[in-house]
């Protein structure tokens, strides 16, 4: 089953996403923390993508799909922003953070974390970045 | 998305966090931890209506993790659901930022700590 969405990129537009995941895996899914990782991982990359590619701008928008299979569901979240190289993305360490007093770079870790795969794939139309929960 | 209220217990000072924290509301928090500790030693953050926190949510609690230390301003959260709870452990967060259940162990552990 694949179900879709799309939002403007406004940071007021991400508890609509995470509602749209929500019900979308609650149809689907028992377990409410596999349902908070996939909802959190989600969130994380829009506002990414809306912070760092669009700079929060609505005339800009990003596309999300649900692909539910039998024993994984495939995210993937579509825009035509700048694109990122995960390549590049060097994870700060706690203490950087502490002590730089840095308010981001926690989001991707998170991600990484919950999510048994994140992709970013860039092609010359559009970036997708596909999350994999297997079961 | 979220309100913050806050009150004022013996010499302790208490922010409710209730609803969402996210890349779209964590300002409001960053912002009201930010004003008070210029004035306030022994503070208290009632999680008990908080639904939901992003990396956002958690980069305003450890950004102030330094100062805090610095300045001897003591910072205790409490009432935590689970999948609150479960953001800041997926980190290890939980190892630096204190979190209790109740009103009443966070009061002991400000005053403890």
Redesign the interface.
Known sequence: MQYNYSAQCS??N??EI?KFISETLNNHFNS??DI?HMV?AV??VC?NL??HSHNCNPKESIDLSVDIKKHEVIIEIKDTGHGFNIKNYQEPT?NE???E???????L??VK??MDKVEFIKSSKSNICRLKKSF | MITIETNTEEDFYIIKVSGEIDASSSIYLDNKIGEIIKSEKKILVDCNDLQYISSAGLGVFMSYIHEMEEEDIKMVLFGLGNNVKNVFHILGLDQLINMVETKEDAKSLVDAI
């Open positions: 940071k007021k991400l508890a995470r409410e923390i908070h959190l969130d994380e506002a809306m912070i706690i953070i502490i002590v007093k840095k308010k981001g770079g926690l989001g870790m998170l974390r919950v």
